[in-house]
């Protein structure tokens, strides 16, 4: 089993910074991709950013230019720079991961953390 425990949310004013963390734990061989969703109420969780192992980067288009998505594959964590905060980016924050258990088998398995929110608010 893994968890992914996220940390870094918070109330801030539009146009500030907020920087999200993600650490997971338990029985990991390897991360594969790992990545930040978000979700309103009453809406579906959608895609903010996610990285590959080898440090491959995609954003949704709402974000481009002001969030960076970025890992430590040494501490299992993967981090979520905020910039030039907007109300609309007001939501609770996941994160997630593909972890491989074991040398031996090469399936993986899905995981998320329990979110966070983010406040963008003046």
């Known amino acids: 089993q893994v968890q992914l425990v996220e940390s870094g949310g918070g109330l801030v004013q539009p146009g500030g910074s907020l920087r999200l963390s993600c650490a997971a734990s338990?029985?990991?061989?390897?991360?594969?991709?790992m990545g930040w969703y978000r979700q309103v109420p009453g809406k579906q969780r959608e895609l903010v950013a996610t990285i590959t192992i080898g440090g491959g980067t995609n954003y949704a288009d709402s974000v481009k230019g002001r969030f960076t998505i970025s890992r430590d594959n040494a501490k299992n964590t993967v981090y979520l720079q905020m910039n030039s905060l907007k109300p609309e980016d007001t939501a609770v924050y996941y994160c997630?991961?593909?972890?491989?258990?074991?040398?031996?088998?090469?399936?993986?398995?899905?995981?998320w953390g329990q979110g966070t929110q983010v406040t963008v608010s003046s």
């Open positions: 338990g029985s990991i061989f390897i991360i594969y991709t």
């Open positions: 997630d991961a593909d972890v491989r258990h074991s040398a031996l088998f090469s399936g993986t398995t899905h995981y």
